[in-house]
């Protein structure tokens, strides 16, 4: 990009300026990764329009409103045209706006497009690179688009701003959980009545724990889960509910089954219970009762923190572990609760390498649809595979719990999934 345009000129001038890192950044960008498109009154990037075409200032405006108009900080999550950044500025009381970059390159091409220098030379603004942060600063407004364009350099913390952006659609869906799930609470209490709490589950040989989720990578470690429950000092092996159907298929046998909900009766379709009659079902009280009464082994009934049992812990109380949105949660939980000193994760690829979605055996699941998904993560090589947004809220609440466990080592079994935040690749072990 020349630097010959007198509005990128004066744009940089004030970057290098006050921010000289950032401005070294753009240096070393490559701008071939986009595509620029103008419009009237906006750009499309990559096939996304950056903002309103019909009235940015009202959009920028509506964008605004998350934020107190008595705030004296706020932060901004993407630049997009600059007019966020403006009309939050606009407020008297605003005495510190960080302003997130998350895609240089982009944020090249607005300099050179439009002349910013009036906000950018504003003393309140602290200009920030996405990259560079890993948690969300309240309050703030974002500029969806550019979420959608953040580089590979910017992913976790664009995941973090979209949870946060969906949180009162979530809470919503977990107050909405209590209705719809009663009535299967309700057929179950029998068995919460009965079931024993995971503090009488007992467990031995906690020092290194495998934990089997069932993604496509699963199926690169049946020869190693074979071998290690041959040996005479065998490791515990803790699998969510979908992970059984491939597990048995290769006559490996799990410790511990985790269960969270209703749908675990369909991963389980054609599975013989009795395979299972020194496994261990760890369960929810959301699960189809069919599961627990044919389940051949001990049971131990758990609840998660939350709205949604907590009158039933008054009557029935048992241990709590956490959940937030996946299955997987509350199985390494439960092996972090009894002592684990190493978790080792396989199958927990939060998206679908080589577009499958499921490891080998697990024949309920369609993955054909998924191979041009428009969500991605990257994988442990930096490369990006696709998912679906709500595997990226897994992903990433689990990295938030990995990096409160500090007395852990977690291990991530493939390069293949997606790159963990706080584990070490198995390779390295």
Partial sequence: MSTTNTILVNNLKVIEQRWPDMRKKFDVVDLNTLSIEVESNTLIVNGVQLTSNYDRIAEAEMQAQLIPMDSKVASVYGVGLGDLCQVLLARTKLEKLHVHIFNTGLFLHVLNAIDHTCWLTDERVMLVSASEMNEVNLPFAAVPAELELADNSSAQL??????????????RLHRDDHILFKASINSNMAFIQQDASIDELILSNMTRVYIA????????????????????KAK????VDAAVKPLLSHNI????????????????????????????LVYFPRISPELIKNWPSKRFCVYSSGPLYKELDKKYPKEKLFVSGSVIHPAIDLAVLKGATEIVLLGADFGFPNNQTHATGQTIFNSEHYAESSYWVLNGKGERISTMLNYRGYLRDLERYIQSQPQV??????VEGAKIAGTLPLSAR
């Fill in 253 to 280: 046998i799990p410790d511990i089954v985790v269960s969270a909900d209703h749908a675990a009766q369909l991963t389980l379709v054609g599975v013989d219970l009795a395979k299972l009659k020194n496994s261990a």
């Fill in 213 to 232: 989720a069932a993604g496509p990578t699963l199926s690169e470690h049946f020869q190693r889960l074979q071998q290690n429950q041959a040996s005479d």
């Fill in 236 to 239: 515990t092996l803790i699998a």
């Fill in 409 to 414: 080592n977690f291990i991530n079994g493939s």
């Fill in 158 to 171: 664009r995941d973090r701003v979209v949870l946060e952006l969906d949180n009162e659609f979530i809470s």
